[in-house]
């Protein structure tokens, strides 16, 4: 359905389960915008905090009370009320006071010991997630200019493993993007870090050294996105080809439906007709393929990130299990080899040190006839 059809029919622009908890209907993510910013009051979107006065003069509407009875409220549920501490003592947020009576520190207390009682710890990325979050909660730009506009969408995006893995194909993503509407299907493309991309092409047994002149994403620079029928390519360099063409081709020799092709770098998110929550397709390096679900989408908030210089904003990366050297059992890998007479298995992975101590001599001659690849370990960027 053409976005003018969507927009002329306000009902489509909703989103709407087309199976309940799965997947939306689909609709047109501008419209989507569109349709939320005729029903909310300017400053319902506005990132301005209200003054104290203003805020409590709203909020005493909305319970529909008198500004005395809002006074009385404010008197019993401020924070000195609250206090379970003495006055001049600065309290420890981390520890809670073992006598409390407030039902939402005994609850605190109880998630507390639950935790001190399991054998876990946060690991590094955990503890990179949490640092991460923190930093950007309520970021402001330095410059105005950075700032993303009221009323703009967010999408939350969730790329998935290349469908060649075995283990957590559909069920755990790589990673999580947010990504605002003006931002180009191109923009997600380059925030998309998969290993494929990153593999050296040839055979080095003989030049360990020689710096490879290229890696696989500057030399296979086609990919594309699928979403609703449209394939949408990258065309940004005279190498791209429009890889999609045998799909179309074959699908019109079999009598399935027709589907039309347009530029990733031209189509940004508020032009896209989606689902939330249904796969999409992002295919590149010929053949390696990602599954791509849009999970939310909203409007922007004055506690998201309002720096748009940060966007595509990392979320959330899936710790990936490295691949040790089969020798020290400890560096990841570096090379693998084959018909290798020095290697316990065929093929094999080797750290760098353990690769060059055993098959070159102290002068760098190569020892042994062997072919070595450059290996990429896909935790290594973890």
Same mark, same amino acid.
């Given at each position: 359905?053409? #976005?003018?059809?969507?927009?002329?029919?306000?009902?489509?622009?909703?989103?709407?389960?087309?199976?309940?908890?799965?997947?939306?209907? #689909?609709?047109? $993510?501008?419209?989507?915008?569109?349709?939320?910013?005729?029903?909310?009051?300017?400053?319902?979107?506005?990132?301005?905090?209200?003054?104290?006065?203003?805020?409590?003069?709203?909020?005493?509407?909305? &319970?529909?009370?008198?500004?005395?009875?809002?006074?009385?409220?404010?008197? $019993?549920?401020? *924070?000195?009320? &609250?206090?379970?501490?003495?006055?001049? +003592?600065?309290?420890?947020?981390?520890?809670?006071?073992?006598?409390?009576?407030?039902?939402?520190?005994? +609850?605190?207390?109880?998630?507390?010991?639950?935790?001190?009682?399991?054998?876990?710890?946060?690991?590094?990325?955990? &503890?990179?997630?949490?640092? *991460?979050?923190?930093?950007?909660?309520?970021?402001?730009? !330095?410059?105005? $200019?950075?700032?993303?506009? !009221?009323?703009?969408?967010?999408?939350?995006?969730?790329?998935?493993?290349? #469908?060649?893995?075995?283990?957590?194909?559909?069920?755990?993503?790589?990673?999580?993007?947010?990504?605002?509407?003006?931002?180009?299907?191109?923009? *997600?493309?380059?925030?998309?870090?998969?290993?494929?991309?990153? +593999?050296?092409?040839?055979? /080095?047994?003989?030049?360990?050294?020689?710096?490879?002149?290229?890696?696989?994403?500057?030399?296979?620079?086609? %990919?594309?996105? /699928?979403?609703?029928?449209?394939?949408?390519?990258?065309?940004?360099?005279?190498?791209?080809?429009?890889?999609?063409?045998?799909?179309?081709?074959?699908?019109?020799?079999?009598?399935?439906? #027709?589907?039309?092709?347009?530029?990733? !770098?031209?189509?940004?998110?508020?032009?896209?007709?989606?689902?939330?929550?249904?796969?999409?397709?992002?295919?590149?390096?010929?053949?390696?393929?990602?599954?791509?679900?849009?999970?939310?989408?909203?409007?922007?908030?004055?506690?998201?990130?309002?720096?748009?210089? *940060?966007?595509?904003?990392?979320?959330?990366?899936?710790?990936?299990?490295?691949?040790?050297?089969?020798?020290?059992?400890?560096?990841?890998?570096?090379?693998?080899?084959?018909?290798? +007479?020095?290697?316990?298995?065929?093929?094999?992975?080797?750290?760098?040190?353990?690769?060059?101590?055993?098959?070159?001599? %102290?002068?760098?001659?190569?020892?042994?006839?062997? &072919? %070595?690849?450059?290996?990429?370990?896909?935790?290594?960027?973890?």
């Amino acid at each position: 359905m053409a #976005a003018s059809e969507l927009s002329a029919n306000s009902d489509t622009n909703i989103p709407d389960y087309e199976y309940t908890d799965v997947n939306t209907k #689909a609709f047109h $993510v501008g419209s989507f915008r569109n349709e939320w910013l005729s029903r909310l009051k300017p400053g319902d979107c506005s990132y301005r905090r209200e003054d104290e006065d203003t805020f409590d003069a709203n909020f005493a509407k909305e &319970l529909g009370v008198d500004a005395e009875t809002m006074a009385e409220l404010k008197t $019993v549920c401020s *924070l000195d009320s &609250l206090r379970c501490h003495p006055e001049d +003592q600065q309290p420890d947020t981390d520890v809670v006071p073992p006598d409390s009576t407030l039902k939402t520190l005994v +609850q605190r207390r109880k998630r507390q010991d639950y935790r001190a009682s399991l054998k876990y710890s946060k690991n590094r990325h955990e &503890l990179y997630a949490d640092e *991460l979050e923190r930093l950007t909660f309520g970021r402001k730009p !330095e410059a105005v $200019v950075d700032t993303v506009p !009221e009323g703009e969408v967010i999408l939350t995006i969730n790329v998935y493993y290349p #469908a060649v893995y075995e283990t957590y194909n559909y069920i755990r993503p790589h990673t999580t993007l947010l990504m605002t509407g003006s931002h180009s299907l191109a923009e *997600l493309r380059d925030a998309i870090c998969c290993v494929s991309d990153l +593999q050296v092409c040839g055979e /080095f047994s003989n030049t360990p050294d020689m710096a490879p002149d290229f890696i696989s994403k500057d030399h296979y620079k086609s %990919a594309f996105f /699928f979403f609703e029928g449209v394939f949408y390519n990258d065309m940004r360099f005279p190498e791209c080809q429009d890889i999609s063409m045998t799909t179309i081709e074959w699908a019109k020799s079999h009598n399935f439906p #027709a589907y039309s092709q347009a530029k990733m !770098e031209d189509t940004r998110f508020v032009d896209l007709n989606v689902k939330v929550g249904f796969p999409y397709l992002y295919c590149h390096q010929g053949d390696c393929e990602h599954l791509v679900i849009i999970t939310d989408i909203r409007l922007s908030h004055m506690n998201d990130c309002l720096d748009k210089k *940060l966007y595509p904003l990392l979320t959330h990366k899936h710790r990936v299990t490295t691949q040790k050297c089969a020798v020290c059992h400890v560096f990841i890998g570096r090379w693998y080899t084959t018909n290798d +007479q020095f290697a316990p298995s065929d093929p094999c992975l080797f750290c760098d040190k353990c690769f060059r101590m055993l098959h070159y001599d %102290a002068e760098g001659n190569k020892l042994g006839d062997f &072919l %070595a690849y450059p290996y990429v370990d896909r935790g290594a960027f973890n």
